[in-house]
């Protein structure tokens, strides 16, 4: 079974700090994603990643940026940190870039908070 | 961009009860996918429909596509408490790239 590991379920944070979130996958996974979920508003994604070292952006990465050093790791990094950005965070995986039969995998997810 | 619609926002059921869901969209896709997503935790997918399915049984699941109007339905038959979650419909698009979810449906099921 996949399994993609997100490295907190809870984090607590003040405004202007910077902030990690770190997301590992073991299943040799070519793409990575990062999306953030809020009531009513679905998952939207903030980043998401093809091959070590690309990036590309989603739908909503100002404030936001990452890093995929490791094929099997995808860093989501909040540079100041703000309370808009108090969200559920989620990683997902998926087989390579336009595989026919390639779900999302997705991690526990991260429950941020900015004070 | 595309985006999935569910409906209804919320769904509360009595156990034994089907419960259906329904999906639609806006432009081609290449596929589309329904995940289920408990309290607190990741989604994890259920179905994954190609643009030329119609019909698919996974246990007590039915999912539906119709690609002439743009929608997919999920049935869950026989409902259980443990059934209780939100579920998401996802398009992908024809480059089979980029997921796109919609607010999902809340689904309870009562004991």
């Known amino acids: 079974d996949v399994k993609v590991t997100q490295s907190s379920r809870y984090l607590v944070k003040r405004t202007g700090e910077k902030v990690f979130l770190e997301c590992v996958q073991d299943?040799?996974?070519?793409?990575m994603f990062w999306y953030r979920q809020d009531p009513g508003l679905g998952l939207r994604l903030i980043y998401f990643?093809?091959?070590?070292?690309?990036?590309e952006k989603g739908d909503i990465p100002e404030g936001y940026s990452v890093s995929r050093e490791k094929k099997e790791r995808f860093s989501l990094i909040l540079e100041s940190a703000s309370t808009n950005q108090t969200s559920m965070y989620l990683c997902?995986?998926?087989?390579?870039?336009?595989?026919?039969?390639?779900?999302?995998?997705f991690g526990n997810g991260t429950r941020l908070t900015v004070t | 961009s595309q985006q999935g619609e569910e409906d209804p926002q919320a769904l509360s059921i009595q156990e034994g009860e089907n419960a259906t869901m329904n999906c639609s969209y806006k432009?081609?896709?290449?596929?589309l996918q329904w995940y289920r997503q408990n309290s607190g935790r990741g989604l994890v997918h259920l179905i994954l429909?190609?643009?030329?399915?119609r019909e698919k049984h996974s246990g007590r699941l039915r999912v539906t596509l119709d690609t002439s109007k743009k929608s997919s339905s999920l049935l869950i038959t026989a409902s259980r408490a443990a059934d209780t979650a939100s579920y998401f419909c996802?398009?992908?698009?024809?480059?089979?790239?980029?997921?796109?979810f919609g607010p999902g449906t809340r689904l309870s099921v009562l004991p």
């Open positions: 997902a995986s998926s087989l390579e870039q336009g595989a026919d039969n390639s779900p999302l995998h």
């Open positions: 299943m040799d996974h070519e793409n």
């Open positions: 990643s093809y091959d070590v070292k690309m990036k």
């Open positions: 432009t081609s896709i290449n596929n």
């Open positions: 429909m190609r643009s030329n399915e």
């Open positions: 996802a398009t992908v698009d024809n480059y089979g790239q980029n997921f796109v």
